[in-house]
């Protein structure tokens, strides 16, 4: 009634089939001596001849097909051609049923290990990936006493991953892996997981070989179906969630570029009458340019990040430094020699905007409280009384609005603008600074 063939030899002997069917279908194979002669490859001799057939004993049911995997490790992920490239172990199982045997007459044997390549495997595949299956020969896979086949494979898997690389190095990327089947519709194979999500999330971090630039987040799934003309394929699609460790290039490109820009800012502290500040302005400008042409590698080749950005502003307020000290520079020589006249709106803005210490000509002034600088006692800056107190001509008060200033209160009113200037772009990297570190703080903590 069990369809078993026993024999008395200590050897497999065969007649007639390897299998005898019971009432439900099932098949059994004759494992007598297993565990005193080892395994006779001959009794698995049909189910290996069957192996190009999907394994059902009515064609019409399908074959579920329970999905599970270990993300090990990221390898790389490589912006400029949008790929991330992984490494994990795949694993597989399903019912065959012409596989089954009794534990008892085999000496207690549950479980077998047989050559993967002469049982059937499904053909699972992912979606997104770029690369040839490449699974090494001679894998085995694990068969149970009652059908149950387990079957695993490690897998470098490049697959496809749209990357949003604006927040680099602080961002977050989102990529799927998409588990379907390349032949076999929904109503020839289903899948299923082997796992929980959770399980599968816990055993990729707890496994993970590499302590590298990424670190995994999560892994979500869902099951849509892939509709291929009028055929429906099922699939399992997983959402693997990765990060970005900003360590390194915190360290490497963002704190030295942040020195070079507040050594910069401090050089406002430097009299702007003083022939050595340009030169210095350009010293940093010319190393801030060799700093970039170094870190080059370390930026992503394609796309517009916010540490691209960071340092295109950066550049634009040290070459914006330069030209304005060399403006001032010109306007303090102006201010020595021949004062240009100065336009009515000039005047009213340094009036509103000025306390009457520093700006309104007709108060003694002493120093310039803007930046500690002394304004009327610069280098080659003659005294009012040096310049013979000379009112301007009809035209010049004209611009001038009409104040009818002397020739060294006009001078003092273009040094006292240029000290302006300097204080205003001196507030701009102040606050530049306060918010690029603000910003960095908060996307690193978020």
């Known amino acids: ?97 012409f596989i089954s045997w009794d534990p008892e007459e085999c000496g207690d044997i549950k479980k077998l290990a047989i050559t993967a390549e002469n049982l059937w ?27 149950h086949v387990v079957y695993n494979k490690p897998m470098r898997v490049t697959s496809i991953c749209n990357l949003d690389i604006f927040y680099f190095p602080f961002d977050q990327q989102n990529c799927t892996l998409t588990f379907s089947s390349f032949l076999y519709t929904e109503e020839r194979m289903l899948l299923g997981m082997d796992k929980e999500v959770w399980e599968i999330m816990d055993d990729s971090r707890d496994r993970g070989r590499t302590k590298g630039e990424w670190e995994l987040l999560g892994i979500n799934k869902a099951t849509p179906k892939m509709s291929v003309g009028t055929s429906l394929f099922d699939q399992i699609m997983f959402y693997v969630a990765i990060r970005r460790r900003p360590t390194l290039y915190v360290i490497n490109l963002l704190v030295p570029s942040s020195f070079l820009v507040a050594i910069d800012a401090l050089s406002f502290y430097l009299p702007a009458e003083n022939e050595n500040r340009a030169p210095f302005k350009m010293t940093l400008l010319l190393g801030y340019n060799v700093f970039l042409l170094n870190i080059s590698d370390l930026l992503p080749a394609t796309g517009t990040s916010l540490f691209s950005v960071y340092f295109a502003l950066c550049l634009s307020l040290m070459v914006l430094s330069l030209l304005e000290t060399i403006f001032i520079t010109y306007l303090l020589h102006l201010a020595t020699t021949q004062p240009p006249p100065m336009p009515r709106w000039l005047h009213s803005l340094l009036l509103r905007h000025a306390s ?21 006692h610069l280098s080659g800056l003659k005294e009012p009384g040096k310049l013979g107190g000379k009112e301007l001509g009809p035209k010049e008060a004209e611009l001038n609005g009409g104040t009818g200033l002397t020739r060294a209160q006009l001078a003092d009113l273009w040094v006292q603008f240029g000290h302006m200037m300097d204080n205003l772009l001196f507030r701009i990297y102040l606050l530049f600074l306060a918010t690029s570190v603000t910003t960095i703080l908060v996307l690193w903590n978020t």
């Open 1 to 97: 009634a069990r369809g078993v063939w026993k024999t008395q030899k200590p050897y497999f002997h065969l007649t007639g089939s390897l299998f005898s069917t019971g009432r439900a279908n099932t098949f059994t194979i004759n494992c007598s001596g297993f565990d005193q002669q080892g395994v006779d490859p001959t009794v698995f001799q049909s189910v290996f001849n069957k192996k190009d057939f999907r394994p059902v004993t009515n064609f019409s049911i399908p074959t579920r097909i329970n999905i599970s995997f270990t993300l090990s490790a990221i390898l790389e992920v490589d912006a400029q051609l949008q790929l991330l490239t992984s490494f994990l172990w795949l694993k597989l199982s399903w019912n065959h049923p």
């Open 121 to 147: 495997l499904p053909d699972i595949f992912i979606v997104e990936s770029m690369d040839v299956d490449q699974t090494p020969d001679g894998l085995s896979a694990y068969v149970s006493n009652d059908g």
């Open 356 to 376: 009457p210490r520093t700006c309104c000509p007709a108060v003694p002034q002493k120093e310039n409280t803007s930046l500690g600088l002394i304004s009327t």
